[in-house]
């Protein structure tokens, strides 16, 4: 069990929602199965609908019992520890009530105010403003946590972090992509700040491309709204794989602290560039899509998407990056691919080594390293074949955390180091705005539903 000085109060606003339903409610049960909450927590529920006290406490149960793998016998003491509190987002007044009720909840301890925003982005200005006027002033400290996306492109996003800046420091401001709380993501730092060998292996003068997949089988679920109105570039390359490819590509710093770890992958995100040719890059959609309901039948959305890029740095500058994702597909497989030069005495019959670090379906480093079958006397007849040592990357310790439980509970920790800072998400967008730029010159293929989805680039 932590030890905290303080008391805790995590307002979760949107409690009535879908993210908070299907994921926080889960993780912070998870947390406080695995011993990991602090015990002087408490969890307030916030929301524009009224709900009382028990009909909240039921939501969170329900939501709960069909989300978690661990036993529900400890959740009535976890049960004692959540209120709702209703109220507006834009009125400053419902806050004052709101900070009013968390005084007295407080009972004259010192507290620390964690707010989530799990409310769609047109309320997150209101609610950054209200706090700001309210619990900030009256609570030891406070920190705000929000999820992606942040902004629809660089102004926008701008525009938001300009009006968080206005009122907190950046390192009261937790910006959440919850790939980062996931174990085999951060497995690749942290086996990259802890092994050379790795790093030694990730010489850009040795590597001929790079190439990061996340092709799932699923559709795009129970966020069609919301899909529909991003599509896959802007879901699932804007953040979470640029975030894979600053984590493979990054320097690794002198020190480990989170300043130095958000410099160095924003010196390779501000670098990265896409030409701006419309040959580097591919829109699809698949057939079924328009199929959905609530989808209009000229739904432009690209449900599959893939582009080339290059990381302007003189060490990265010849090493192509092909970064492809897509729903529908023939299979699951999110994994970030290193693949070597050949050596000048391979022919070209022999395939390149590759270092894999796959997220999807298992956790794992892989390291396929290619044999020559045949003699060497027989030029005629090369056959290569593929060695592959690997290690499973899946947590095996008696704390396994899933990615929003262990994020909740860095917030908590206070620590920021798989979280994105300002600069990043900034030039994540650049990236995604110069790719934006050309979207209507290039066509949208149309791909059957479970198969490979449209040609590749590479
Ligand atoms: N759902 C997911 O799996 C998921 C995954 C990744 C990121 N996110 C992000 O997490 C945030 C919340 O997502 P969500 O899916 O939970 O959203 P949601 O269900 O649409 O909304 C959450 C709550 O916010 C309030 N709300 C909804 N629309 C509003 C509006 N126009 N103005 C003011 N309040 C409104 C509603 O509560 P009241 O009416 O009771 O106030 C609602 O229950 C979003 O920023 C989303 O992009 C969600």
Redesign the pocket.
């Known amino acids: 069990m932590q030890k905290n000085n303080f008391l805790k109060q995590v307002i979760i606003f949107?409690a009535?929602?879908?993210?908070?339903s299907?994921?926080l409610f889960p993780a912070i049960y998870e947390l406080f199965v695995q011993d990991q909450l602090p015990e002087n927590v408490q969890i307030i529920g916030y929301?524009?609908?009224v709900l009382s006290q028990e009909e909240f406490a039921q939501k969170f149960t329900e939501s709960v019992s069909k989300k978690t793998n661990h036993k529900l016998d400890k959740l009535p003491g976890l049960i004692k520890k959540i209120s709702y509190f209703a109220g507006q987002?834009g009125d400053v007044a419902d806050f004052e009530k709101l900070d009013k009720y968390l005084v007295d909840l407080a009972a004259g301890a010192e507290r620390e105010v964690v707010a989530y925003f799990?409310?769609?982005?047109?309320?997150f200005g209101d609610i950054v403003k209200n706090i700001a006027l309210t619990a900030k002033k009256t609570a030891t400290s406070v920190k705000l946590v929000l999820?992606?996306?942040f902004g629809v492109d660089e102004k926008s996003a701008e525009k938001l972090l300009a009006e968080i800046g206005q009122y907190y420091d950046q390192r009261e401001v937790f910006l959440l992509d919850?790939y980062l709380g996931k174990r085999p993501i951060q497995s690749i730092l942290k086996l990259r700040m802890e092994n050379n060998v790795i790093n030694l292996m990730i010489k850009p003068e040795e590597i001929s491309k790079i190439t990061i997949i996340a092709a799932e089988q699923n559709d795009v679920g129970q966020?069609i709204g919301?899909y529909d109105q991003v599509g896959c570039m802007k879901d699932m390359v804007q953040s979470h794989l640029l975030q894979v490819l600053a984590l493979i590509t990054m320097n690794i710093p002198v020190k480990s602290d989170t300043e130095s770890l958000h410099r160095e992958k924003n010196n390779i995100l501000s670098a990265v560039r896409f030409s701006g040719q419309i040959e580097d890059i591919v829109f699809g959609q698949y057939e079924s899509y328009k199929t959905l309901e609530g989808i209009s039948e000229n739904s432009k959305v690209d449900t599959y998407c893939e582009l080339k890029l290059q990381i302007d740095r003189r060490e990265w500058f010849n090493v192509p990056v092909y970064i492809r994702s897509g729903k529908k597909l023939d299979q699951i497989s999110t994994q970030a691919i290193i693949e070597f030069k050949k050596m000048p005495i391979q022919g070209e019959k022999a395939i390149s080594n590759k270092l894999v670090f796959e997220i999807k379906p298992l956790e794992m480093l892989k390291l396929k390293l290619i044999q020559r079958r045949t003699d060497f006397r027989d030029s005629e007849n090369e056959e290569f074949e593929v060695i592959e040592l690997e290690q499973g990357l899946m947590c095996r310790s008696d704390l396994c955390l899933g990615a929003y439980a262990s994020l909740i509970n860095d917030v908590i920790l206070g620590e920021r180091k798989f979280f994105l800072s300002f600069p990043e998400i900034i030039s994540a967008w650049k990236v995604i705005d110069s790719v934006e730029k050309i979207r209507s010159k290039t066509k949208l293929n149309y791909y059957p539903d479970e198969t490979g989805g449209p040609t590749k680039l590479s």
Do not use: I, N
């Not at 009535?16 to 908070?20: I, N, R, V």
């Not at 799990?118 to 309320?123: A, E, R, T, Y």
């Open positions: 949107g009535t929602g879908d993210l908070a299907l994921m929301g524009r609908s987002y799990s409310v769609p982005p047109v309320v999820e992606k996306p919850h966020r919301y």
